[in-house]
């Protein structure tokens, strides 16, 4: 028997807008220097590590973290979930940045986790508190609160309509919010976006995470309803055909293979074959994707961000050279 | 006389530096707080070095770097990076320029670590109990005054 479920027929929109957020606390010991300091290393460096080390070891079993030693001599203590990361970076930007790692939109639930670790650090630990300026961090950007809310927005549909500069430009307008490319490059790469809050003085926790909600919510609504009109005008899915050749037939004919093109063309390729535009197994008609892509991934320097924005996007390189 | 590290509390302590052709002026002034968390023996390398012990006591004098930290001005007006928590007080006029401009507020509202606030409560119950430990003695009721003793023992063990 077939089942109605009016719900499908009102979905608007078939893809999920891919979103990443990453809510970061960042803490320093009082009456030490912090790491920016050129006495920070090595003695006070160990003094931090052994405190935290010590307070984990002891007090911190049911937090169950795997310890990592980082290149740049940092401490990382890391929980693995299902579909989130909590840790603790040690003696990286400052003495100890608390963090969240998800890969969804931004949940009160999670804010609230790194509050908790947050406190029971702080039952051990003598953080740098001043009543005027907050915690005090070694950039002057965190000072307050200390909390960072990072969002990773994959926004192809709005981009390839109005524009990434045009879309910039919008986020520009709002004084609190700071929208850059990936890890806070200039240009955005593969149409992902990264925005974060710019007050952290004068604000409370709550109203930053309201803030930063407010905007993803307004943001997904619009990039969703682009999506809808994307996927249901013939005259766009050509358009949408035509620039992914167009795009396509550059890094082949011309070898411009920069991270920001096979990156940008990677992420429509992938946003039309979620949205149904494009087949799943062929890529785009009349363009031998799979020599273009392989070429495009042979120059393309897989390190750092660009190994983020694959695995954000979806797309680990063994999957698209199956795929395409 | 005012705190040489962070120029605003008294000072209750006075270092002095012995070393051949050390003058008069080679002395720090501390307060209580800048006595329990400054390295004054790294300091005081770091001013032997350059033939001078480095101090700022003027408060109107504009400061060039971090008593503590001896982190230049130039590198938090150039990067907007500060090295220990005391460049918040040897820059705040710095600070309060660029948070006007760069904040949404020039006050913390946002959470308070339990442990200061813990820090707090007993150090206002402590100047209390100093009070009226004084005030016993002077009206000649001394085993209340034994009593409170006992007290300012219990919360200076706290601090």
């Not at chain 1, 949408?240 to 167009?246: A, G, I, Q, S």
Request: proline share 3%.
């Amino acid at each position: 028997m077939k089942v109605f479920l009016p719900w499908k027929r009102t979905l608007p929109s078939l893809g999920v807008v891919r979103e990443k957020t990453r809510i970061v606390l960042a803490r320093n010991l009082s009456g030490l220097p912090f790491p920016s300091s050129r006495f920070f290393r090595p003695v006070f460096a160990e003094e931090v590590r052994t405190k935290v080390a010590e307070v984990i070891a002891r007090e911190g079993k049911e937090w169950k973290f795997t310890c990592e030693e980082q290149r740049d001599g940092a401490l990382l203590f890391l929980r693995k979930e299902k579909h989130r990361k909590i840790g603790i970076l040690v003696n990286g930007e400052d003495h100890l940045r608390i963090f969240l790692e998800r890969m969804s939109s931004l949940r009160w639930a999670d804010f609230e986790s790194v509050q908790r670790l947050d406190r029971f650090l702080e039952r051990f630990l003598d953080y740098a508190f001043d009543p005027q300026w907050g915690y005090l961090t070694a950039s002057s950007q965190w000072m307050g609160t200390g909390l960072r809310i990072f969002l990773w927005l994959h926004l192809p549909a709005l981009s390839f309509v109005y524009g990434e500069q045009q879309l910039l430009q919008w986020f520009q307008e709002r004084p609190e919010i700071v929208v850059s490319g990936c890890g806070g490059a200039k240009e955005p790469v593969a149409h992902v976006f990264e925005v974060t809050n710019r007050y952290t003085l004068g604000v409370t926790e709550r109203e930053i995470f309201e803030w930063m909600s407010w905007i993803e919510r307004k943001v997904v609504r619009w990039e969703r309803s682009i999506r809808d009109v994307l996927r249901n005008s013939d005259l766009h899915r050509r358009t949408l055909l035509e620039k992914l050749r167009e795009v396509g037939k550059d890094i082949v004919q011309d070898g411009d293979t920069k991270d920001k093109k096979v990156l940008d063309f990677l992420s429509l390729l992938r946003f039309g074959q979620e949205e149904g535009i494009f087949a799943q197994g062929r890529g785009c008609n009349g363009v031998n994707t799979r020599s273009l892509v392989e070429r495009g991934l042979q120059a393309l320097p897989l390190r750092g961000m660009c190994e983020d924005i694959l695995e954000f996007l979806g797309v680990p390189l063994g999957r698209i050279r199956d795929d395409v | 006389m005012r705190c040489d590290f962070c120029g605003h509390h008294e000072a209750v302590v006075v270092v002095y530096l012995v070393e051949d052709g050390a003058g008069t002026q080679d002395k720090l002034f501390l307060c209580r707080k800048c006595m329990v968390h400054v390295s004054i023996a790294r300091l005081i390398e770091q001013g032997l070095k350059e033939g001078r012990v480095r101090k700022e006591r003027a408060l109107n004098r504009k400061r060039r770097h971090c008593p503590f930290c001896l982190l230049p001005l130039r590198a938090f007006l150039e990067g907007g990076v500060l090295g220990c928590p005391y460049c918040y007080s040897a820059f705040a006029r710095e600070i309060t320029r660029w948070v006007q401009e760069g904040q949404a507020g020039n006050r913390h509202r946002g959470s308070v670590p339990w442990r200061y606030l813990r820090r707090q409560k007993i150090q206002r119950s402590l100047s209390q109990a100093l009070r009226d430990f004084e005030r016993c003695v002077a009206e000649e009721r001394y085993e209340q005054a034994e009593r409170l003793k006992k007290l300012i023992e219990r919360l200076r063990s706290l601090l």
